[in-house]
T-cell receptor, first 114, second 114 residues
């Protein structure tokens, strides 16, 4: 099993450009998440999807959109990139079963906006 | 404000010494609690979690954590640190106990001296 995969691994954008970060999981999890990681701030939730067909905002959703394409895939789109969106982006998935769960994380996408 | 606090940004310990990383949270009820580790350039890996029951939790790689309700703390410990433990450690909280949105602390970077 690959777990959670993310593409691309690295990306450089100019201000105003758009791009989509892709995430896929092969664990049949219902819930998926997008976080951003900035130095000294830990990880902050951007958007999450509790199940296929549903999405909801997290702590820092401004400037982002998401699509839960199917149960496996959850993409994050930057419509007009800004330097403040320079960050490392992590996708995660989880399944709440028998009163327990953990979130499994992908390897991350390092994005630089110039 | 509700938050998760890791008071130590950076800790250096000698190989073979004991380790304690602190985590405090400010949520009214007892949330689900997690510790994750991140090696440089990697995603996050779960070390251990607490949902209920025994307040001393054993995890992978020889780590343990103790939940103290009276102190709103969930400190991570290891009796003898190995050089391979050098990494960044994140405490995380699910304040709604819904198997969903995690709130992360700022992280503690651990360096290990030979």
């Amino acid at each position: 099993n690959a777990g959670v995969t993310q593409t691309p691994k690295f990306q450089v954008l100019k201000t105003g450009q758009s791009m989509t970060l892709q995430c896929a999981q092969d664990m049949n999890h219902n819930s998926m998440y997008w976080y951003r990681q900035d130095p000294g701030m830990g990880l902050r939730l951007i958007y999450y999807s509790a199940s296929e067909g549903t999405t909801d905002k997290g702590e820092v959703p401004n400037g982002y959109n998401v699509s839960r394409l199917n149960k496996r895939e959850f993409s994050l789109r930057l419509e007009s990139a800004a330097p403040s969106q320079t960050s490392v982006y992590f996708c995660a998935s989880s399944e709440f079963e028998s009163g327990s769960y953990e979130q499994y994380f992908g390897p991350g996408t390092r994005l630089t906006v110039t | 404000a509700q938050s998760v606090t890791q008071p130590d940004i950076h800790i250096t310990v000698s190989e073979g010494a004991s380790l304690e990383l602190r985590c405090n949270y400010s949520y009214g009820a007892t949330p689900y609690l997690f510790w994750y580790v991140q090696s440089p350039g990697q995603g996050l890996q779960l070390l251990l979690k607490y949902f209920s029951g025994d307040t001393l939790v054993q995890g992978i790689k020889g780590f343990e954590a103790e939940f103290k309700r009276s102190q709103s703390s969930f400190n991570l410990r290891k009796p003898s640190v190995h050089w391979s433990d050098a990494a960044e450690y994140f405490c995380a909280v699910d304040p709604y106990n819904q198997g969903g949105k995690l709130i992360f602390g700022q992280g503690t970077e651990l360096s290990v001296k030979p």
